[in-house]
């Protein structure tokens, strides 16, 4: 039996509603995103669980708390999960970015390895604390099922970190809508991707519903 980590992008906010640059914003969870979260325990509160491992913001918290409170697990907070720190574009739309920061966007939409917002993080400093987190996991649990709920752009790089995957291309190569889950299975060979941005567990409705 190998580990396998199950990430999951917490549910709907407004921002993820709109696009919203929301990375240090602490919102709550939309009801929507509470029906998600509820969704999720109540198909993956089948499987046995190891560990939850989780962002400390209010949207992560609340999307983990139902699968908890159906298997009797405590989540771990964990800094390293949070999402990126947008710096000064926090709250902004992307229009209001474009405006008032035009070259440092651009330039982060080149090349946001080694780009941040600004006063943010890059994806490389994101990779670097998550990185801490992933690793924890492995040398704690090398077998069995491990949940990690965190956020859009932070899993997504996470993912492209594990599967070597340039850092500056993961809003090019990686989705991850919201309460959306991916899993990989960690083995002799290396991390081994077998399930990307899954919502099959979602009702019709939630899962056709419009957002980022």
Same mark, same amino acid.
């Given at each position: 039996?190998?580990?396998?980590?199950?990430?999951?992008?917490?549910?709907?906010?407004?921002?993820?509603?709109?696009?919203?640059?929301?990375?240090?914003?602490?919102? &709550?969870?939309?009801?929507?995103? @509470?029906? =998600?979260?509820?969704?999720?325990?109540?198909?993956?509160?089948?499987?046995?669980?190891?560990?939850?491992?989780?962002?400390? =913001?209010?949207?992560?918290?609340?999307?983990?708390?139902?699968?908890?409170?159906?298997?009797? %697990? &405590? =989540?771990?907070?964990?800094?390293?999960?949070?999402?990126?720190? !947008?710096?000064?574009?926090?709250?902004?739309?992307?229009? #209001?970015?474009? #405006?008032? !920061? #035009?070259?440092? !966007?651009?330039?982060?939409?080149?090349?946001?390895?080694?780009?941040?917002?600004?006063?943010?993080?890059?994806?490389?400093?994101?990779? @670097?604390?998550?990185?801490?987190? %992933?690793?924890?996991?492995? #040398?704690?649990?090398?077998?069995?099922?491990?949940?990690?709920?965190?956020?859009?752009?932070?899993?997504?790089?996470?993912?492209? @970190?594990?599967?070597?995957?340039?850092?500056?291309? !993961?809003?090019?190569?990686?989705?991850?809508?919201?309460? @959306?889950?991916?899993?990989?299975?960690?083995?002799?060979?290396?991390?081994?991707?077998?399930?990307?941005?899954?919502?099959?567990?979602?009702?019709?409705?939630?899962?056709?519903?419009?957002?980022?």
């Amino acid at each position: 039996m190998s580990l396998k980590i199950y990430f999951v992008r917490h549910g709907e906010t407004t921002y993820s509603q709109t696009g919203g640059f929301c990375g240090a914003i602490d919102p &709550e969870l939309t009801p929507v995103g @509470s029906q =998600m979260a509820e969704q999720f325990a109540a198909t993956y509160a089948k499987l046995p669980w190891n560990a939850v491992y989780v962002s400390p =913001m209010k949207r992560t918290i609340a999307t983990a708390k139902p699968l908890c409170d159906a298997v009797g %697990i &405590e =989540m771990q907070l964990r800094d390293g999960l949070r999402e990126i720190k !947008y710096g000064e574009w926090e709250g902004k739309t992307v229009e #209001e970015v474009k #405006e008032e !920061y #035009e070259e440092d !966007y651009i330039n982060w939409l080149t090349e946001p390895a080694w780009n941040a917002p600004n006063g943010g993080e890059t994806s490389v400093q994101i990779a @670097s604390r998550a990185s801490l987190v %992933i690793a924890e996991i492995e #040398e704690k649990y090398k077998n069995g099922n491990v949940l990690v709920v965190s956020h859009k752009a932070t899993i997504r790089i996470i993912l492209c @970190s594990l599967l070597g995957i340039d850092l500056g291309r !993961y809003r090019d190569r990686i989705a991850a809508l919201a309460a @959306s889950v991916s899993i990989v299975k960690f083995d002799v060979r290396g991390p081994l991707l077998e399930v990307l941005g899954d919502r099959s567990y979602m009702d019709e409705t939630l899962r056709n519903l419009p957002g980022t």
